[in-house]
């Protein structure tokens, strides 16, 4: 049996940048990708080939993407393409230990991981507060006081005023306000990996903000057998786990990450240090689609992917271009793509690159103009 095989059972004819991105093993490897590409198919058919044909373990695979949804749809999809396998050959697969999901579902998993912890040690998983969760903790009159006494403001209400006017330009008392502007201060310290107690700044009210959010961190890990975590934190704390065993950059053979343009800073992190062992990472993602730099997305980690992988990991990745659309009519690409090359999306002075893959050519896979 052949992957070629496989192909013409699920009626499916790669283009070549398909199929040299399928049947690329070995190395990083960087896929650009345009709308209607077929990225994901891509995904999953490496990752059957690398299950099927050169034997690496399921569980042995890190393959993750942005939404829960599209985590579903990976896991239905290589159930699915695993399932005409197993019709063929009658060798079942079990993919239940894979660690596929989003970001934050596989560092969850990390945290209580055997091979993640010195001497094999299953370590207590952390109590997770979700976005509403930590906004109730946050909001609480009592709580939300002692954090604003630990920054250095008089009392609530002179906080509230004082982060209010420096988020929104405006001197509001609103406590739903302000803590809805920590909250997210709170989370991009997270992600950005920053210690309040070597970060130094001339910005009085942003200090104050910095006082707050080691108060923060202090509480909830206050108690004594149970950490409390946010999901910024969680990644972080995965993230520490990993970097502190020297064996978890060897766990993964294969690193697969979909939707990389909306990666954050934390999340990069975590990529990188997985894939250090066996330098196996694969990314894809359309920077014309990095919509989430309010949450902390960050489209650089996508643009200059090739940079950032030489110097983590010390390799340079190869790159395939997933350029043919296959959605949309001649006419629609020929728009997109038109308008999209308006803008210049190189970098201000001093800072170099792009914004934008500068030499992506997305084209039309239909010639109907009509």
């Not at 994901?40 to 690398?50: A, D």
């Not at 596929?100 to 370590?123: A, M, N, P, Y």
């Not at 090739?306 to 110097?311: F, G, H, Y």
């Amino acid at each position: 049996m052949t992957i070629e095989h496989l192909w013409k059972l699920r009626n499916f004819q790669p283009n070549d940048s398909q199929r040299d991105a399928i049947l690329y093993t070995d190395g990083p490897l960087f896929l650009t990708a345009g709308p209607g590409s077929g990225k994901t198919r891509v995904l999953l058919w490496r990752t059957l080939n690398l299950i099927v044909f050169h034997g690496v373990k399921p569980e042995d695979i890190f393959l993750s993407t942005f939404t829960e949804k599209a985590a579903l749809q990976l896991k239905d999809g290589l159930r699915t393409l695993l399932g005409v396998v197993t019709n063929e050959t009658g060798q079942p697969f079990d993919i239940s230990k894979m660690a596929l999901g989003t970001v934050h579902s596989i560092c969850q998993s990390i945290i209580t991981d055997r091979r993640f912890s010195e001497g094999g040690v299953r370590k207590h998983p952390p109590l997770l507060m979700d976005a509403l969760s930590q906004y109730f903790k946050l909001y609480n009159r009592r709580y939300w006081t002692q954090l604003c006494l630990a920054g250095g403001f008089a009392d609530e209400n002179i906080a509230n005023t004082e982060i209010n006017d420096y988020f929104i330009g405006f001197a509001s008392q609103s406590r739903h306000n302000a803590v809805s502007s920590i909250i997210g201060l709170f989370n991009r310290f997270s992600e950005e990996s920053l210690n309040p107690d070597t970060c130094q700044t001339s910005d009085s009210t942003l200090t104050k903000m910095l006082r707050m959010y080691r108060a923060y961190l202090v509480d909830l890990n206050s108690h004594p057998l149970i950490k409390q975590v946010d999901f910024s934190l969680l990644q972080k704390l995965a993230h520490d786990q990993i970097t502190c065993l020297e064996e978890a950059a060897s766990v993964y053979k294969h690193v697969i990450i979909d939707e990389y343009q909306d990666t954050n800073a934390i999340q990069e992190k975590i990529f990188f240090s997985l894939a250090k062992g066996n330098k196996n990472i694969c990314v894809v993602g359309d920077d014309d689609q990095a919509l989430y730099r309010f949450r902390g997305a960050t489209v650089e980690n996508l643009v200059e992917f090739e940079d950032r992988c030489l110097n983590a990991i010390g390799v340079k990745p190869k790159r395939i271009d997933l350029d043919i659309n296959y959605r949309s009519r001649k006419h629609i690409v020929d728009t997109y793509t038109g308008f999209i090359n308006i803008a210049d999306w190189k970098k201000d002075k001093p800072l170099s690159g792009h914004y934008r893959i500068h030499d992506k050519n997305i084209k039309a896979h239909s010639t109907d103009t009509q």
